[in-house]
């Protein structure tokens, strides 16, 4: 069984531009997470799905950025207008059960640099 | 509030020497889960431990173990008999019922165990 898988791993972009990630969670997982991580700090919570439904989202989670999972498996994070802030590593996790708060298996990150 | 606090940013320990690494939490909830994750220099987040508010106890995984207690909000994690391999950022995280699955992390605290 694969793990999470997240692409790319590294992206690099200029202020004002657009960016996707995609992210890939463990075959049958049905709820995802993301979060993001800036250096020298634990992850910070953006949102979750369970199947194809977001359920939460943070505040951090500003209307420049959006999440999906269209068909309940693979999901995009989307930011808009890049800023320098932004630059941060994305993490996304999966878990495979519906019961509350089940261990969450994370992918490798993408990693942002905003210039 | 939720909040994880894990004071100790950095700890350096020689090989074979025993480590415990300290995590405080503050939650409001009655039913809560604490986790450990370890992140070593490749990035990607490793699940260590889950636990739910309702068992206090200790519990031991080869050269890792755990110390819950309650009445001092505390979830602290030791390694016995260091090695290099040990070397990694490692987070404490909360989730509390009421909030769903997400994850809150502390800052985390960086072990390097040195041969």
């Known amino acids: 069984d694969t793990g999470v898988s997240q692409n790319p791993r590294h992206k690099i972009t200029k202020r004002g531009q657009n960016v996707t990630f995609r992210c890939d969670p463990i075959?049958?997982?049905?709820?995802l997470y993301w979060y993001r991580q800036t250096l020298g700090q634990g992850p910070e919570f953006l949102t979750y799905?369970?199947?194809?439904?977001?359920?939460?989202k943070s505040r951090l989670l500003s209307d420049r950025f959006s999440a999906e999972r269209p068909k309940g498996s693979f999901s995009t994070l989307e930011i808009q207008r890049t800023e320098q802030g932004d630059s941060a590593m994305y993490l996304c996790?999966?878990?495979?059960?519906?019961?509350?708060?089940?261990?969450?298996?994370f992918g490798p990150g993408t990693r942002l640099t905003v210039t | 509030a939720q909040k994880v606090t894990q004071a100790q940013t950095e700890i350096s320990v020689v090989e074979k020497e025993d480590v415990t690494l300290d995590c405080v939490y503050e939650?409001?909830?009655?039913?809560?889960?604490l986790f450990w994750y370890k992140q070593p220099p490749s990035g990607e987040l490793v699940f260590l431990i889950r636990?739910?508010?309702?068992?206090?106890q200790n519990e031991i995984s080869g050269r890792y173990s755990w110390n819950f207690q309650k009445s001092t909000s505390s979830f602290n994690f030791t390694i016995t008999a260091s090695q290099v391999v040990d070397s990694a950022v490692y987070f404490c995280?909360?989730?509390?019922?009421?909030?769903?699955?997400?994850?809150?992390f502390g800052t985390g605290t960086r072990l390097q165990v040195f041969p």
């Open positions: 996790a999966s878990s495979p059960r519906d019961i509350v708060a089940y261990e969450q298996y």
């Open positions: 799905f369970q199947n194809e439904a977001q359920l939460e």
């Open positions: 995280a909360l989730s509390e019922a009421q909030y769903g699955d997400k994850l809150i």
């Open positions: 075959s049958e997982h049905n709820r």
């Open positions: 636990r739910n508010s309702f068992d206090e």
């Open positions: 939650t409001r909830d009655t039913t809560y889960y």
